[in-house]
C-alpha cells in the first residue's frame, strides 16, 4: 500500500463550488505539506504543518485553508473555487534529520482538479 | 523571494546521448535536492548534496552542487528510454524550517 494516499485523485467542479483534498499517510511523519503544480512553474508550497497543532502559509496560501486532523491526515480546501485554481495538486510528508537539512519529502500521487 | 531556475526546460535526446540539466540560483542554500516525476506519480528524490563542490553519483547520473551553494548540475550519460521523466530541482533555505524551493522543472524524453 502507498504511504502517502490522496483522495480523490481527479475532480471537476465548477466556479464557486467548495472542494476538500484529501492527504493521508503511514509513515508516522509530522510534518506534512500541500504544493500545487502548474506547467512551467514547478511545485508551490500552499500550507505546510510541522505537528496538529502547527498550520503555516506557504507562498501562495490565498484562497486556499487546511485542517490538520491526526498526524496522519491534512485536508486543502479550497472555498470558492475559481478557474485558476485548475492544477495538480501534491500532499508530502517528511521526517526531518537533524537539522532538516537533508530530509526528504515524499509525495503523493496527486489529485488533477479542474475549475470549469 | 528564493528562485530556482532551471534550464532547459524541455529536452528531446536520442538513447545514447548525453546531457547535462542545470538548476541555478542568486541565493544561497543549505543543501538541494533532485527529484524524478513520472506521468501519474509525485516526485521521488533522486539525491541530496549538502555541501559545496559535492558530487554524488548514481549510476549514470552525476549531480554537483556549486561551490557557492548557488547551482547545481545534474549530468545523465548514455541516456535511456527510461530516463524519461520530468527533473525537478528543489533548495532548502537555512534553518531548521524544512521548506524547499522548486526549481520549474525539465521534461526529458529520450527516444530509443
Known amino acids: 500500500d502507498a504511504d502517502v494516499t490522496q483522495t480523490p485523485r481527479n475532480r471537476i467542479t465548477k466556479t464557486g463550488k467548495r472542494i476538500m483534498l484529501e492527504c493521508s499517510q503511514t509513515k508516522g511523519h509530522d510534518r506534512m505539506y500541500w504544493y500545487r503544480q502548474d506547467p512551467g512553474l514547478g511545485l508551490r508550497l500552499i500550507y505546510y504543518?510541522?505537528?496538529?497543532?502547527?498550520?503555516n502559509k506557504g507562498e501562495i496560501s490565498d484562497g486556499y485553508s487546511v485542517s490538520r486532523q491526526a498526524q496522519a491526515k491534512f485536508s486543502l480546501s479550497l472555498e470558492s473555487a475559481i478557474p485558476n485554481q485548475t492544477a495538480l495538486y501534491f500532499c508530502a510528508t517528511s521526517d526531518p534529520q537533524g537539522q532538516g537539512v537533508s530530509d526528504t519529502q515524499y509525495f503523493g500521487p496527486g489529485t488533477r482538479l479542474t475549475v470549469l | 523571494t528564493q528562485l530556482l531556475e532551471q534550464s532547459p526546460q524541455f529536452l528531446s535526446i536520442q538513447e545514447g546521448e548525453n546531457l547535462t540539466v542545470y538548476c541555478n540560483s542568486s541565493?544561497?542554500?543549505?543543501?538541494l535536492q533532485w527529484y524524478r516525476q513520472e506521468p501519474g506519480e509525485g516526485p521521488v528524490l533522486l539525491v541530496t548534496v549538502v555541501t559545496g563542490g559535492e558530487v554524488k553519483k548514481l549510476k549514470r547520473l552525476t549531480f554537483q552542487f556549486g561551490d557557492a551553494r548557488k547551482d547545481s548540475s545534474l549530468h545523465i550519460t548514455a541516456a535511456q528510454p527510461g530516463d524519461t521523466g520530468l527533473y525537478l530541482c528543489?533548495?532548502?533555505?537555512?534553518?531548521?524550517?524544512?521548506?524547499?524551493?522548486f526549481g520549474q522543472g525539465t521534461t526529458l524524453q529520450v527516444k530509443p
Open positions: 504543518s510541522f505537528d496538529v497543532k502547527d498550520i
Open positions: 541565493s544561497v542554500f543549505s543543501s
Open positions: 528543489a533548495g532548502r533555505s537555512w534553518g531548521n524550517t524544512g521548506k524547499l524551493i
